[in-house]
C-alpha cells in the first residue's frame, strides 16, 4: 500500500496513545488531529485524561476504517491475530511497533498495509527534524512512497 493512500481516509484509530503526554503515539495522534484527521486514541490501560477521550479497544469505534499501531510487537500481533473488526481496511505499523512475526500476520489478512514507516516523515505538513529525516531518506533513497 501506498502511504499516501493511507492518508485519504480521515478518520484514524491510534493504538498506543498514553496518558503521559511525551509518548511517541501521543505525538502521532495530536499530528493527525493538526493535519485535520478524526484520530481517535485507543489504549485499554490508559488513565482518565481530560485532553484525551480514550477508547478501551477498536471495537468501540464502528466508523473507522484506518489504524495505526504504536505498541509493542507483541501487543500489535495479539490484536491483528484477534479478529478485527470488519470496518478495518488500512493498517500503518509505525517502526518498532512490528517484528517479523507481524509481516507474516500481515501478509495472510486482506487488508491493505504500511509497515515499519515512521507516520511524521509521511503525514503532511512534515516539520522539524521529521523534515530533515525524509530529506535525508530521499536523497539516499531509503524513502519510499
Same mark, same amino acid.
Given at each position: 500500500?501506498?502511504?499516501?493512500? =493511507? ?43 481530560? /485532553? ?6 477498536? /471495537? /468501540? ?24 473488526? /470488519?470496518? %478495518? ?42 523534515? =530533515? ?5 530521499? %536523497? ?6
Amino acid at each position: 500500500m501506498k502511504t499516501e493512500n =493511507f492518508f485519504e481516509h480521515k478518520n484514524v484509530a491510534v493504538l498506543g496513545v498514553s496518558s503521559k503526554k511525551k509518548k511517541f503515539g501521543n505525538y502521532i495522534y495530536e499530528k493527525l488531529l493538526d493535519s485535520g484527521y478524526n484520530a481517535f486514541a485507543v489504549n485499554p490501560n490508559a488513565d482518565v485524561n481530560n /485532553e484525551i477521550n480514550f477508547y478501551k479497544s477498536i /471495537e /468501540e469505534l464502528n466508523n473507522i476504517s484506518s489504524v495505526v499501531f504504536v505498541t509493542k510487537p507483541n501487543v500489535t500481533n495479539q490484536i491483528l491475530t484477534s479478529k478485527l473488526p /470488519e470496518n %478495518i481496511k488500512y493498517i500503518w505499523i509505525q517502526q518498532g511497533a512490528g517484528d517479523d512475526e507481524t509481516k507474516s500476520i500481515l501478509s495472510s489478512l486482506n487488508i491493505d498495509f504500511v509497515y515499519d514507516k515512521c507516520v511524521m516523515m509521511y503525514l503532511e505538513p512534515v516539520k522539524g527534524i521529521h523534515k =530533515f529525516h525524509r530529506t535525508i531518506s530521499k %536523497i539516499f533513497g531509503s524513502y519510499k512512497n
